[in-house]
């Protein structure tokens, strides 16, 4: 097993980078860092607005003690410009969604490293969260994991693989997917996020919580949350990372 990059959260909540009510209820959260969504909880109309935003959204929740997390766009062209946008000094992290491969997470990490030296930032100190969310970048998943040293985690699509290939999304459907990610993620280098179920799970908070408890077992130290209450439970049961 390769040595663990260091992963300093345990919960990230998702907050739409363009909704400053949703950022506010964000900064009474617990949650170690937040997501600020560019992707999938932003029409499309508001993505301009997102971006720009991003700039002010970051550096309160630095203020707050928060980390920093902007998901970004699939296709190039909202990618790059999401990149632009993001990269900067109150920016911890780069969450890349739909990756295809490694060589998709290198040219990536290429753009946000010159933009680190155009804008004076410390090169490498944005890492990278990769999310594998298509059948075929399951097939990637090694390679995927061990694609540079500014990859920090990886994370599955559960839903969006589940949607893809025709079956519905539950811990059972999922776990073979979900345990060939941990394993390699840990032969990478790299923390696995994410929990053996789906984080949209509606069944309730006990059973959120036994699912969660199911998770550590199983190796997962670290989630994405929708909810305040989804990171108190995080919180509390995956606790700690062991390193």
């Not at 030296?117 to 410390?122: K, N, V």
């Not at 040293?149 to 589940?162: F, H, K, N, S, T």
């Not at 776990?175 to 280098?189: E, N, V």
């Not at 550590?216 to 606790?239: D, I, P, S």
Request: charged share 20%; net charge negative.
């Amino acid at each position: 097993m390769a040595e663990i990059r260091q992963f300093p959260w345990q919960s990230m909540l998702y907050v739409p980078a363009h909704d400053a009510e949703r950022l506010r209820a964000a900064l009474g959260s617990d949650a170690h860092a937040v997501v600020l969504d560019l992707e999938d909880f932003v029409p499309d109309a508001s993505k301009p607005a997102a971006r720009d935003a991003l700039t002010n959204s970051a550096a309160t929740l630095r203020e707050h003690g928060m980390g920093v997390v902007v998901r970004i766009n699939r296709s190039l062209e909202q990618a790059v410009a999401d990149l632009r946008c993001a990269v900067l000094e109150a920016v911890d992290a780069i969450m890349v969604t739909k990756v295809m491969g490694a060589d998709h997470l290198t040219l990536l990490d290429e753009l946000v490293g010159e933009l680190e030296d155009a804008r004076g930032l410390p090169h490498g100190r944005i890492k990278l969260i990769a999310l594998i969310e298509t059948a075929a970048a399951t097939q990637r998943m090694a390679e995927i994991c061990q694609a540079g040293g500014r990859l920090r985690a990886v994370g599955l699509g559960g839903e969006d693989i589940a949607r893809e290939c025709g079956f519905r999304a539950s811990a059972e459907t999922l776990l073979p997917l979900k345990q060939q990610l941990i394993y390699a993620a840990f032969a990478g280098g790299v923390t696995p996020i994410g929990f053996l179920a789906s984080v949209a799970d509606k069944s309730g908070p006990d059973a959120f919580a036994a699912m969660v408890a199911r998770s550590r077992e199983f190796g997962f130290r670290v989630a994405t949350c929708l909810t305040a209450a989804q990171v108190a439970t995080v919180n509390a049961v995956y606790g700690p990372a062991e390193r």
